[in-house]
């Protein structure tokens, strides 16, 4: 008989920055951003093995050959957090997920995605900003604008103003439900080692998102995916109307009407087992009924994952960000 095929496990990538704030190799493009944003002159690459990248962070020669093929696809990026071309569109995506009317592409060519970003970074063409060329065998490389990078920044400095006000006004009218979504990720879901993470994101910049590790020594994707409910209970008030957002049906479910008959049974399944994750689910419970009893409506909505919702692809996100950092 044939052997089983294994399931392939998603690839790691390590991101190295030569030249930045804090020189290094990074497991995360958040943290990786961190040190080049605004940091004049920045030199960074993601490799798929920590030694190539450990190499580029400190100056040596790459010798694997990945690090130096040349990428084939560009993704320009005219209106989003950092406008420019990118050539990893798990990058791209993040700058632009969120933000308000983006505007991105992809391109078979870097000239066609300068073109584009060019074209559409909001200059009018006598004041076109020049998108600087960069080595084509750069795989991760961003390309900052000169012009809109100030305004980009100014952007980011009136949205938060926005955000704030808006979080204000749903403070002021606890009525008004604040959106919010959830959601969990765990690598190696299920296995010794596995690592799970808790994204929650708040609509409207109700609150500060929440992105951090699962605590405690199991790691599985429904416990994160709880873990997450219970986090974003926590951070609103709770006489505040909420609408969460998960596409976990197996958490709507355990919260909403398992729950009854669980207790009832003194919390067996139907197979007289203990009911895993009892004690997020009690926890998730006791702020559901404390809320009910301060008139705050506590409502569950399915929205179909890795799709295209931005707020659920935003939570996946500081999920799988969650997922890679230390206890």
Same mark, same amino acid.
């Given at each position: ?34 040190? %080049?944003? *605004? ?8 490799? /798929? ?19 130096? $093929?040349s990428? $084939? ?17 798990? %990058? ?8 308000k ?20 970074? *909001? ?11 960069? +080595? ?14 100030? $305004? ?7 949205g938060?103003?926005? $955000? ?18 959830t ?26 998102? %929440? ?34 957002? /998960? ?12 729950y009854?008959?669980?207790m ?33 409506? /506590? ?6 994952g890795?799709?295209? +919702?931005?707020?659920? %692809? ?14």
């Amino acid at each position: 008989m044939p052997a089983p095929k294994r399931k392939m496990e998603p690839e790691t990538k390590y991101y190295a920055v030569r030249a930045g704030y804090k020189p290094g190799v990074y497991t995360s493009w958040a943290l990786c951003q961190q040190q %080049i944003t *605004g940091f004049k002159g920045a030199q960074f690459k993601s490799f /798929t093995s920590y030694e190539d990248a450990s190499a580029f962070a400190a100056g040596r020669p790459v010798a694997s050959a990945t690090s130096t $093929s040349s990428p $084939s696809k560009f993704y320009g990026v005219a209106v989003g957090r950092t406008p420019g071309v990118y050539t990893d569109w798990s %990058i791209a995506q993040q700058e632009v997920v969120g933000w308000k009317n983006p505007k991105y592409k992809k391109f078979e060519t870097r000239a066609e995605a300068e073109e584009f970003v060019r074209q559409w970074s *909001g200059k009018p063409s006598s004041q076109a900003v020049k998108v600087p060329q960069v +080595d084509e065998t750069d795989d991760l490389q961003v390309i900052a604008l000169e012009g809109p990078a100030k $305004s980009s920044r100014k952007a980011r400095k009136t949205g938060a103003t926005q $955000s704030a006000h808006q979080a204000q006004e749903a403070l002021d009218d606890a009525s008004k439900p604040v959106i919010i979504y959830t959601d969990g990720s765990a690598r190696g879901n299920g296995k010794v080692g596995a690592m799970a993470g808790v994204g929650v994101y708040f609509c409207g910049g109700f609150r500060e998102n %929440i992105s951090e590790r699962l605590q405690g020594p199991v790691q599985t994707n429904q416990r994160a995916e709880l873990t997450a409910v219970l986090r974003a209970l926590e951070a609103i008030p709770d006489t505040q109307n909420c609408e969460l957002r /998960t596409d976990s049906q197996y958490t709507i479910n355990c919260v909403t009407s398992w729950y009854k008959k669980w207790m009832k049974n003194e919390w067996r399944n139907a197979k007289g087992e203990e009911v895993s994750n009892q004690d997020l689910i009690v926890a998730i419970r006791k702020k559901i009924d404390m809320r009910d009893r301060k008139a705050a409506e /506590t409502k569950f909505v399915w929205v179909k994952g890795h799709g295209t +919702d931005e707020g659920n %692809i935003a939570a996946d996100m500081l999920a799988v960000k969650g997922a890679t950092m230390m206890f």
